[in-house]
């Protein structure tokens, strides 16, 4: 937890330093006037200045004094009259002044005052007034001894720190709790209880500004920290609850109701956030009878010992019930819920104002899926109105009510006016997740993404089937959503890091991920958890020093802008039709769409029918083409009708097609496809080309200006004969586990899952290797020298990187062990190198190279990867994010294309495809012409096999595989 601490120190160091420096307190901060709805009061009332403990013995004589005028003062209070109880301690002020008292007892009183005047106005909303008396109180507080007085400086911090965070400058409330922690340590030299609490504010600011592993990182020490202490349990059950809040946020469900139960057990149910938390774990779980019971239970107890009086809990635990069965669609159930919390005559004057404007929002929508259309029109607006005030512009709490105002107005036809509301929806969610998912961890990230905004990304698409206008709302929508995670991490990727701890944290990391895909650890449990543990902890490290990506928005003309002449960019999608009807629980329908977009910004849409039955003619032809049939090539014309007939009018007379498929679509065979203009293949008549998303075009616009090494060549690995084909026994002690003792563990030849014993020999890879070599120049690396560790540990980035060698996907989870590591497919998918078989015989080199570790390379001085491997383009489908495996990693570290394989292929006509296509570059021909022209000349008969009648080259199965991703240009040889 230390290194997450130290970690922060230095990220805010420049502005803690600045603070420290400056001579008078009061212009530390920039004054801020804002306006909302109704303040909030934060404080409870052992912390309120009227209602002070009167025990203390020094301060009790200027107390007694000051009685009438604090009497006065808590009066007016108990009548809500705000600006009166701030005259009143003006005046106590003016008397402190003339008190004979000593200078000491004065000031303790003196910035006690300030701060009860500055509670006063943040409770009305007078920010700007509220601020100025806060750093008032900081000022007098200065001439005060920290260590006999730190109580009340500290208040002050922690009120200054609320108020930032009531008004959302959250970096100066995190650099205020930094001041206070600061002076504890210099003055005080140790950890005191009040150390943890202002961790745990600190943590909370994060928790509210939406950086979860800020949050979670200071959250955990906080807690942590208490437990050390074992004091101040009401404030560690705090900070636990906003720790469950954060794991739901997280999606981390299983954590969460781990934690929430901790907190019922220990009879800290009084606070109602917890019965809301715990809802929602459980219907993410699909726990509905479980949530149900328990929020009908709470409420019917607490109606009982209430006598049905309105009182603190009571609108929670409706809201509750509301939005369980919302949640299932059952609308009918939950309106007379959401009833009771907008009458007029319902007081929920007393709530914060984020819970009031979520009962509007969730009452507008539980009215609209009812068809009760004016009074959701108005809670909408009127939810969309409060952020305003608060925010002074579109906020990300206002995506759900946007969303919402989008298909309301879409289900009244009034269709411009909800295309409005749909890109200021989408704009914000762009940006959101462009801010928020830089903080989690890379198998985290997909998850949140996915399961939080899936259907925000995917409205307009079933919206086209009712008016097409909304197919330029659509499109905004694919090129920002599609690929961005792995956008997200190539820019992360690119930032120019010099700071050397962020260096040190990226290599310590990258063996952490080399070690955990290492043979070596795939059967050893203990270790593993170990490795995993130190991982996480690493990527928080580095994810916190990391500098912040600005959200970047795209827009249709930015694409349009670099699409080339007479080429058309045909962008794919997969949605579920059923959505345009959300409101009658269909069941899903999923079907394709074609959105085309041409220089000129032009926009056409296409319906491509069912996905159903796309995919398995998809798979049908896959099939065939596997067992090398006679119609191959007639099913694959078959998924050209599907996929690319319906375009005919549209693709005519232009000369190129950028392709950016999706879902099932990453699959097909391009090259094998029917023209729809001819008897032709697809690519005979235009060219093809392959991009993952509408904006790479923007980066294959640009020249390349990083530098790159002369391309290398690796072939045929020697794969090494194993001692055992069973099992073997290893005596491991190593200094990375820090173990003292001898551990004997027991393995199995799994090699990474593969269902083969042992990786057999590629011998036409040599010559491939050595053809290869001589064509472009490269160095060659071969047998014992085809290592892994040539690319990993020297973080080389060639021209050209040519891997001819096994390579391999597996759809299933190998690892038990930590099943959230082999989630990520990317642990799940590599290339096979030198010394694989001999699978404990080499401590820095397990002849593996998985996409995860491929993603961590920088290769953005690489034109070309190939990977002349049995099924390198193969990885999970993932809808908006394409194939994750190898295709995807190299694109993550930077390299302009990639040439990967859709299926097994054979050593000998691949050895031979891969020479000509290199041939052809070296004469000059674009990467797309080259291997347009190879695959031509093997289904021609110009290149075919010396046993034709056996091996037949001119089927599919031998050159269809073969795809080219990004960048099409040449290659200067």
């Known amino acids: 937890m230390l290194l997450f601490l130290n970690t922060y120190s230095k990220k805010f160091n420049g502005l803690y330093q600045m603070i420290k420096s400056a001579k008078n307190i009061g212009f530390i901060f920039v004054l801020i006037s804002i306006t909302v709805l109704t303040g909030r009061f934060f404080l409870n009332s052992k912390n309120n200045f009227i209602n002070t403990e009167r025990t203390n013995i020094e301060i009790r004589t200027i107390y007694e004094k000051l009685k009438p005028l604090l009497d006065k003062a808590k009066l007016a209070s108990d009548q809500g009259d705000n600006l009166k109880v701030i005259n009143i301690l003006k005046q106590i002020n003016q008397k402190i002044n003339i008190l004979d008292d000593s200078e000491l007892q004065k000031n303790i009183y003196r910035g006690k005052n300030l701060n009860a005047i500055a509670q006063n106005y943040q409770v009305i909303g007078y920010f700007k007034e509220a601020e100025d008396y806060y750093l008032k109180a900081a000022k007098v507080y200065l001439d005060i001894p920290f260590k006999e007085n730190s109580q009340y400086v500290l208040e002050n911090y922690l009120y200054l720190s609320n108020l930032y965070s009531e008004i959302e400058y959250y970096d100066r409330g995190i650099a205020t709790l930094l001041i206070a922690n600061n002076l504890i340590e210099e003055q005080i030299g140790k950890k005191i209880p009040e150390s943890y609490i202002i961790a745990g504010e600190i943590g909370e600011l994060y928790l509210d500004k939406g950086e979860f592993l800020s949050a979670e990182v200071f959250i955990e020490a906080a807690i942590k920290g208490l437990e050390e202490l074992n004091i101040n349990h009401e404030m560690?059950?705090?900070?636990?609850?906003?720790?469950?809040?954060?794991?739901?946020?997280?999606?981390?469900?299983?954590?969460?109701?781990?934690?929430?139960?901790?907190?019922?057990?220990?009879?800290?149910?009084?606070?109602?956030?917890?019965?809301?938390?715990?809802?929602?774990?459980?219907?993410?779980?699909?726990?509905?009878?479980?949530?149900?019971?328990?929020?009908?239970?709470?409420?019917?107890?607490?109606?009982?010992?209430?006598?049905?009086?309105?009182?603190?809990?009571?609108?929670?635990?409706?809201?509750?019930?509301?939005?369980?069965?919302?949640?299932?669609?059952?609308?009918?159930?939950?309106?007379?819920?959401?009833?009771?919390?907008?009458?007029?005559?319902?007081?929920?004057?007393?709530?914060?104002?984020?819970?009031?404007?979520?009962?509007l929002n969730n009452a507008g929508f539980n009215f609209m899926s009812l068809g009760i259309y004016e009074p959701a029109e108005i809670f909408f607006k009127a939810a969309l109105e409060a952020n305003k005030i608060r925010f002074n512009k579109d906020h990300e709490k206002n995506i759900k009510t946007l969303s919402n105002l989008a298909l309301f107005y879409a289900i009244r036809n009034e269709y411009n006016t909800s295309k409005d509301y749909g890109y200021r929806a989408l704009t914000k969610f762009f940006e959101t997740i462009q801010e928020k998912v830089q903080d989690l961890n890379i198998i985290e990230r997909q998850k949140y993404l996915s399961e939080s905004y899936l259907d925000v990304h995917l409205f307009p698409f079933a919206l086209i089937e009712q008016d097409s206008s909304y197919k330029n709302l659509a499109l905004f929508s694919r090129i920002n959503y599609q690929g961005l995670l792995q956008d997200i991490e190539n820019r992360q990727n690119r930032l120019k890091i010099l700071d050397p701890e962020i260096k040190q944290l990226r290599n310590n990391l990258k063996l952490i991920e080399s070690k955990l895909s290492s043979n070596k650890t795939l059967n050893s449990e203990k270790f593993r958890r170990e490795l995993f543990s130190r991982k996480i902890e690493l990527e928080k490290s580095l994810n916190v020093l990391l500098p912040k990506l600005n959200p970047i928005i795209y827009d249709a003309d930015d694409i349009a802008s670099v699409i080339p002449k007479d080429s058309l960019l045909i962008e794919y999608q997969k949605y579920d039709s059923a959505k345009k009807e959300p409101f009658k629980n269909l069941k899903p329908k999923e079907k394709y769409l074609a959105l085309i977009l041409s220089p000129d910004g032009n926009i056409s849409s296409f319906d491509l029918g069912s996905a159903e039955v796309i995919e398995s003619t998809i798979d049908a032809a896959t099939k065939a083409t596997k067992l090398k049939t006679n119609n191959a090539l007639q099913k694959w014309r078959e998924v050209s009708d599907l996929i690319i007939k319906p375009l005919t009018e549209e693709i005519n007379q232009k000369d190129r097609l950028i392709i950016s498929p999706d879902s099932a679509l990453n699959k097909v065979a391009y090259s094998a496809l029917g023209s729809p203009l001819s008897e032709n293949l697809l690519n005979d008549d235009f060219q093809v080309n392959l991009i993952t998303a509408g904006r790479d075009l923007l980066d294959i616009n640009q020249a390349n200006s990083h530098k790159s090494t002369m391309p290398i060549v690796i072939a045929n690995p020697d794969f090494g004969k194993p001692k055992s084909n069973i099992r073997r026994f290893k005596n491991i002690k190593s200094d990375f586990y820090k173990r003292t003792e001898t551990e004997i563990l027991e393995y199995k030849l799994d090699l990474k899952g593969t269902s083969s014993q042992s990786w057999k020999l590629l011998?036409?890879?040599?010559?491939?290797?050595?053809?290869?070599?001589?064509?472009?120049?490269?160095?060659?690396?071969?047998?014992?020298?085809?290592?892994?560790?040539?690319?990993?540990?020297?973080?080389?980035?060639?021209?050209?990187?040519?891997?001819?060698?096994?390579?391999?996907?597996?759809?299933?989870?190998?690892?038990?062990?930590?099943?959230?590591?082999?989630?990520?497919?990317?642990?799940?998918?590599?290339?096979?190198?030198?010394?694989?078989?001999?699978?404990?015989?080499?401590?820095?080199?397990?002849?593996?190279?998985?996409?995860?570790?491929?993603?961590?390379?920088?290769?953005?001085?690489?034109?070309?990867?190939?990977?002349?491997?049995?099924?390198?383009?193969?990885?999970?489908?993932?809808?908006?994010?394409?194939?994750?495996?190898?295709?995807?990693?190299?694109?993550?570290?930077?390299?302009?294309?990639?040439?990967?394989?859709?299926?097994?292929?054979?050593?000998?006509?691949?050895?031979?495809?891969?020479?000509?296509?290199?041939?052809?570059?070296?004469?000059?021909?674009?990467?797309?012409?080259?291997?347009?022209?190879?695959?031509?000349?093997?289904?021609?008969?110009k290149i075919k096999s010396s046993n034709p009648e056996l091996y037949d080259w001119s089927k599919p199965f031998y050159w269809a595989p073969f795809q080219l991703s990004g960048d099409w240009k040449s290659i200067e040889l």
């Not at 809301?276 to 699909?286: F, M, R």
């Not at 383009?873 to 190898?886: C, F, K, P, S, V």
């Open 236 to 359: 560690k059950s705090k900070y636990q609850l906003e720790l469950a809040d954060l794991y739901i946020r997280q999606k981390k469900y299983i954590e969460s109701e781990k934690l929430l139960s901790q907190l019922i057990k220990k009879k800290y149910y009084k606070n109602p956030s917890i019965f809301g938390l715990l809802t929602k774990v459980l219907l993410e779980q699909k726990r509905f009878d479980d949530a149900e019971n328990m929020a009908i239970s709470l409420l019917s107890e607490n109606e009982k010992n209430y006598k049905n009086k309105i009182n603190h809990y009571h609108p929670y635990l409706l809201a509750n019930i509301a939005f369980i069965y919302d949640f299932q669609g059952l609308f009918y159930k939950s309106n007379p819920y959401h009833m009771r919390l907008v009458n007029p005559d319902y007081d929920i004057s007393f709530l914060d104002n984020d819970f009031k404007i979520s009962i």
């Open 763 to 941: 011998p036409f890879s040599k010559l491939e290797g050595q053809d290869i070599k001589e064509i472009i120049n490269a160095q060659l690396f071969m047998n014992e020298e085809a290592k892994a560790s040539l690319i990993f540990e020297n973080n080389i980035s060639p021209k050209i990187i040519h891997i001819a060698s096994h390579s391999f996907y597996h759809d299933a989870y190998y690892d038990s062990a930590i099943e959230d590591y082999n989630k990520n497919p990317l642990n799940r998918s590599g290339i096979v190198f030198a010394g694989a078989n001999l699978n404990f015989e080499n401590d820095n080199d397990d002849g593996f190279l998985t996409a995860l570790e491929i993603s961590r390379l920088d290769l953005r001085g690489t034109e070309l990867f190939v990977v002349s491997g049995c099924e390198s383009a193969m990885g999970d489908l993932r809808i908006g994010e394409g194939i994750y495996g190898l295709k995807r990693s190299i694109a993550v570290a930077g390299a302009q294309s990639s040439l990967l394989s859709l299926w097994n292929i054979r050593d000998d006509s691949t050895a031979i495809f891969m020479t000509s296509f290199y041939k052809r570059l070296k004469k000059g021909e674009t990467k797309s012409e080259a291997l347009y022209n190879t695959q031509r000349d093997f289904r021609e008969g």
